[in-house]
């Protein structure tokens, strides 16, 4: 397929670093596609970024049927802009796609679509330290319809946003907080996709975590509400006794792509890592007896998010005197190293435009 382009008639001022925040500003073009049963996805096309003109009975305002991916462009040193592990995240977008009766994309030609974007927008990547380029591709049901079915029509669409450094007040710890009174997910259920659904469920514990002082929410398993999962839109890990863990992906938990960088290094590194399930309990006994040494979240967005402080019950687990972790510090710096280009990841990780 031939994407068309359409190049936009004003192009937006460049925003000031210090004013891009996280996903507030819109590049001035976006990818769309479609599809419907006769010609299957079709009229790949770069256009003008706007609006959406939909009908209210669109299927994805009553039904969430929607699905959505997160990655980033990094503007590197030696000026080419590099994509991070971007196949891994269209093979998450047809598994998502899947899991919610979406029809699948073409992963290398949603590939070599949104390179093409970047391309007409590589003056819109930030280039100052820690900023980035970060992308959403997303598919939305739009028949408009009343009724609980698959839609037969959806639309495709990237938009891109330039981003600033997560930690514009530096890398600090965030502190988080393990909810007894709701659950994310279950498993058999959709959690273990980036189906738009999931957030709409996060967002009340999120509330009341905030209400306590809490960043985010650390979520339980939906049947015991025993085992840890993940945090917030992020995949936890803990450092206990030296070494490192990180609940084995269980089938309500998102198969982070950061997770597995992360895993991937720690093994180069000699790090013992396991998946494995861990509770509550453990947590506490090891907090108690001084093992919990360090916790960090994983995800594009923050890339590692250091966490200083779990809430749970009436007990505070005070980590690592609220300071970032060795383990978690040189997690972060390996993985920005390899994103910017600084230094060579694996074979694989980074791709240019
Ligand atoms: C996106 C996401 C993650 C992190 O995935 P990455 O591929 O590392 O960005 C973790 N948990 C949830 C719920 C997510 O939506």
Redesign the pocket.
């Known amino acids: 397929m031939e994407v068309k382009i359409k190049k936009a008639e004003t192009i937006k001022p460049v925003i000031e670093t210090d004013k891009l925040g996280f996903g507030q500003h819109f590049t001035d073009h976006m990818f769309n596609m479609d599809y419907n049963h006769q010609k299957g996805w079709h009229n790949p096309r770069i256009e003008p970024y706007a609006p959406i003109i939909a009908d209210p009975a669109m299927m994805v305002f009553h039904y969430a049927q929607a699905v959505f991916e997160?990655l980033k462009a990094f503007y590197s040193k030696s000026g080419d802009i590099l994509l991070f592990r971007p196949k891994d995240?269209f093979k998450?977008l047809n598994d998502s796609c899947r899991a919610i009766c979406i029809p699948q994309v073409d992963e290398e030609f949603a590939l070599k679509a949104l390179k093409q974007l970047i391309e007409i927008e590589k003056d819109k990547v930030p280039q100052a330290d820690g900023t980035a380029l970060y992308i959403r591709p997303t598919i939305v049901a739009t028949d408009a319809y009343l009724g609980v079915k698959p839609s037969d029509t959806y639309r495709y669409f990237v938009i891109l946003s330039p981003v600033g450094a997560y930690y514009a007040a530096g890398f600090n710890p965030i502190k988080i907080w393990i909810t007894k009174n709701h659950v994310?997910a279950i498993k058999g259920g959709i959690?273990c996709y980036?189906a738009a659904a999931?957030?709409a469920a996060s967002l009340y514990a999120g509330k009341e975590a905030a209400a306590k002082g809490y960043a985010q929410v650390l979520w339980l398993d939906g049947e015991k509400r025993k085992y840890i999962e993940?945090v917030?839109?992020?995949?936890i890990f803990f450092v206990i006794d030296n070494q490192l863990i990180t609940p084995e992906l269980s089938g309500s938990?998102?198969p982070?792509?950061?997770?597995k960088s992360v895993i991937r290094l720690a093994k180069e590194w000699d790090i013992k890592v396991s998946e494995r399930q861990i509770s509550v309990e453990e947590l506490i006994e090891a907090y108690d007896a001084g093992k919990l040494q360090e916790a960090f979240g994983?995800?594009?967005?923050a890339v590692i998010s250091p966490v200083g402080e779990i809430g749970y019950d009436d007990k505070v687990l005070n980590i690592n005197n609220g300071k970032v972790g060795e383990m978690t510090a040189k997690f972060y710096k390996r993985l920005t190293d390899i994103q910017y280009g600084r230094a060579e990841g694996p074979d694989g990780w980074v791709e240019k435009i």
């Not at 917030?232 to 995949?235: D, E, L, S, Y």
């Not at 982070?256 to 997770?259: E, M, P, V």
Request: no cysteine.
């Open positions: 997160g995240n998450r994310r959690g980036k999931n957030y993940e917030g839109a992020m995949n938990i998102l982070g792509i950061t997770r994983s995800g594009t967005a």
